[in-house]
């Protein structure tokens, strides 16, 4: 976000106030590219076996014998997960809230343009 008003400035001599725009569009549309292939894959990566192993010890260290004794009785088998896709992401309704926000506030100052270049030039 510091960077903004610097690059903003760099290339608003080349593109003018229209062409600003269009860039910032794509770098957001670039940004969702990368979203896209980046936010499944990594939300399916998951704890270790060994990691898991250590963290059980550490937590039965913690505890007392009849409590680790009741916690191993109550523990249920652990569940499948499924691979987390971007329909899964965009099933959330905060994720996609979220990005239907960023499309809606960047997409829709390119039609302003003719309005609101005179106020500002």
Excluded: W
């Amino acid at each position: 976000m510091g960077l903004g008003p610097f690059v903003g400035s760099l290339v608003y001599g080349p593109l003018h106030y229209d062409g600003t725009m269009y860039f910032f569009g794509g770098i957001n549309f670039l940004g969702l590219l990368m979203c896209f292939c980046m936010i499944p894959s990594e939300l399916n990566e998951t704890v270790s076996e060994e990691e898991e192993i250590e963290h059980e010890m550490i937590e039965d260290e913690k505890q007392t014998h009849r409590e680790a004794a009741r916690s191993i009785m109550k523990k249920k088998a652990p569940k499948k997960m499924g691979k987390i896709t971007m329909c899964t992401v965009l099933s959330n309704k905060h994720a996609g809230f979220a990005l239907l926000v960023c499309l809606v506030g960047t997409f829709n100052i390119s039609f302003f343009a003719t309005y609101i270049t005179p106020y500002f030039v």
